[in-house]
């Protein structure tokens, strides 16, 4: 392994000496994820200020065998962006250049560092709109949300993040470079690499720059918060909203113990007088106003408990700080455990109402709290967990093993990472993982790319 110091300057004469951080009090911060759950250490945070530096950068890690993390905003939840083994973080957010928007195709190539939020500004001020939005969007990154395939709020109408990108330009392993950013919707000439790399947790390439498509604005939008007494017909209201409403755009779900959580640690008021069992946000846009068909489909729903309406953005952005502000307000329990699962609809209902009793059944948690909510219209439930040691994975494997045995995916959005590597085999066969290694081989055969995340360890 080349000595700590020949490193650092050869990456120094790369990308400049003030863009090698190596001081570990200005490091921290990439060395923890978000929530608090996953810390490690790095010898040199470098930040790249072109594809070139990053080619090179790769490049030199590659011929010294040198681990790297690829980083963005560092909104990952599942431990997939931090050094834990020491790796050098390779952060790349001052590619942050994002457009012109080109106005015929209404698409947009935004650098890896932008965030999702840049985009969304870019693309209404040129009378578009970008179809992926979560609530992280002012840290989350273009190359991250790629890295992750971000879902968000918005999959129901739109599609994953891997639907919006049109093309790619990134980084191999080798340190060279592909690119294919020309737009072109239709484009048959073999594999499609923007598929390959999204979701693929910065194991198979760096993504610097994306050609992403953008959507038609809704000129008029309205959101509502619903309120249940079980879990039942929240779930039964959502399909049936699904089922009537092709204006529909978000549909998400909480419960009670949420809603007080979010209450209590970011100062709201209730949104109702009474309590519910469980919560539907749902929100319609379209060219005309969605408000009297939403309100007819509503009213047309027997078991709807108590329905707050809004459809100024001031009251609409209300209804949504109930959604927006769980993960925040969890996060002041301590680290959280984070299942991010994906569930078959016609299993969803019994799978939130058996959760809470399977994570208190296992030893020692028996005083750990369950919080549940998410994108019901996508069958994405996430399971958070508090009260539980960092590193004690009982409950995580008792839940995933639920899922698995539901016929679900054990990550329908956030990947699998370092948190989940353990369990890929519960979604996915020995044939299937085979082809992940062969792959990966192929593409980073010294594995120097994010190599300790989403393939298990080889016993
Ligand atoms: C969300 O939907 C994010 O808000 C975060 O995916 C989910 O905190 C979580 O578990
Ligand atoms: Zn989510």
Redesign the pocket.
């Known amino acids: 392994m080349i000595p700590h110091g020949d490193l650092v300057a050869r990456l120094a004469a790369v990308v400049g000496e003030r863009h090698v951080v190596t001081d570990a009090d200005v490091t921290a911060g990439s060395c923890v994820d978000w929530t608090g759950r996953y810390r490690g250490a790095t010898p040199a945070l470098v930040q790249p200020g072109s594809v070139d530096e990053v080619a090179a950068v790769v490049a030199l890690c590659n011929e010294q065998r040198v681990a790297v993390v690829p980083q963005g905003g560092n909104t990952g ?1 599942v431990g997939g962006g931090v050094p834990l083994d020491g790796e050098v973080v390779l952060s790349l957010r001052r590619l942050g250049q994002v457009g012109p928007v080109d106005p015929d195709a209404g698409q947009v190539t935004a650098g890896a560092g932008a965030t999702v939020a840049d985009v969304h500004r870019a693309a209404a001020a040129a009378g578009w709109a970008y179809g992926v939005d ?2 992280s969007r002012d840290s989350a990154t273009v190359g991250g949300s790629i890295a992750t395939n971000a879902g ?2 918005r999959v129901l109408r739109y599609g994953d993040t891997r639907a919006q990108v049109v093309g790619v330009e990134a980084v191999l392993a080798d340190g060279s470079v592909v690119s294919h950013l020309g737009g072109l919707v239709k484009d048959n000439t073999g594999y499609h690499l923007p598929s390959l790399l999204c979701g693929s947790e910065g194991t198979l390439g760096i993504v610097t720059a994306a050609r992403l498509r953008l959507v038609a604005p809704a000129a008029e939008r309205v959101t509502a918060l619903l309120a249940f007494s079980a879990t039942g017909p929240a779930v039964r209201a959502a399909s049936m909203l699904r089922r009537s409403m092709g204006s529909l755009e978000a549909l998400e779900l909480f419960l009670d113990n949420g809603l007080g959580l979010v209450c209590e640690a970011l100062g709201l008021t209730r949104p109702f007088p009474d309590r519910h069992g469980a919560y539907l946000l749902v929100e319609a846009a379209g060219p005309s106003d969605p408000l009297d068909q939403l309100s007819e489909v509503v009213g047309s729903i027997h078991d709807v408990a108590d329905v707050a309406v809004a459809s100024d953005s001031v009251r609409r952005a209300q209804l949504w700080r109930y959604r ?1 502000g ?2 925040e307000a ?1 996060n002041t329990l301590g680290p959280p455990h ?1 299942l ?1 699962v994906g569930l078959p609809a016609g299993r969803l209902a019994a799978f939130l109402d058996e959760v809470p009793a399977v994570v208190v059944a296992v030893p020692e948690a028996a005083s750990a709290r369950t919080w549940l909510f ?2 019901v219209g996508d069958g994405n439930v ?1 399971v ?1 967990v508090t009260g539980l040691a960092p590193d004690d994975d009982r409950v995580d494997a008792a839940v995933l093993d639920l899922v698995a045995g539901m016929g679900g995916s054990i990550s329908a ?2 990947g699998i990472g370092r948190a989940k590597r353990q369990w890929l085999s519960l979604s996915r066969s020995d044939a299937e993982i085979a082809a992940f290694r062969a792959i990966k081989a192929a593409l980073d055969p010294a594995g120097i790319l994010n190599p300790n995340v989403l393939l298990p360890p080889i016993a």
């Open positions: 939840l979560f609530a968000g709020t927006d769980l993960t969890i984070k991010d998410g994108h996430h958070n959005e956030h």
